[in-house]
């Protein structure tokens, strides 16, 4: 069974950080392209970051580039999110994502404000 499950979200300070993880199961996680979205308050979704099986190749959302950093442990099949000087924009609910048979974690809340 395919699962996928996010911790590491709260509340933060504008300026603050945050490392989100997700912990893969069930499918050869070192094999596969890997993302993470995010859903703002007002229900949109949004594509946050993307990187490559094998770590090498990585995307993000044009708003986060240079604030996070997308990486992966494909030893421990585990997916990271590490987000540096956060801004109340950023607040969302975030998931994890594995693109090849469209499977979503169940979310984590991030939560920006002074």
């Given at each position: 069974?395919?699962?996928?499950?996010?911790?590491g979200?709260?509340l933060?300070?504008?300026?603050?950080?945050?490392?989100l993880?997700?912990a893969a199961?069930?499918f050869?996680?070192s094999r596969?392209?890997?993302r993470?979205?995010?859903?703002?308050p007002?229900?949109?979704?949004?594509?946050?970051?993307a990187?490559s099986?094998?770590?090498d190749a990585?995307?993000y959302?044009d708003?986060?580039?240079g604030?996070?950093?997308?990486?992966?442990d494909n030893?421990?099949?585990?997916?990271y999110?590490?987000?540096?000087?956060?801004?109340?924009?950023?607040t969302?609910?975030?998931?994890?994502h594995?693109p090849?048979f469209?499977?979503?974690?169940?979310?984590?809340n991030?939560t920006v404000?002074?």
């Amino acid at each position: 069974q395919v699962q996928l499950v996010e911790s590491g979200g709260g509340l933060v300070q504008p300026g603050g950080s945050l490392r989100l993880t997700c912990a893969a199961s069930g499918f050869d996680f070192s094999r596969n392209l890997m993302r993470w979205y995010r859903q703002t308050p007002d229900k949109r979704r949004e594509f946050v970051a993307a990187i490559s099986n094998t770590g090498d190749a990585t995307s993000y959302l044009d708003s986060v580039r240079g604030r996070f950093t997308i990486s992966r442990d494909n030893v421990q099949n585990t997916l990271y999110l590490q987000m540096n000087n956060l801004k109340h924009e950023d607040t969302a609910v975030y998931y994890c994502h594995y693109p090849r048979f469209d499977i979503w974690g169940q979310g984590i809340n991030v939560t920006v404000s002074s």
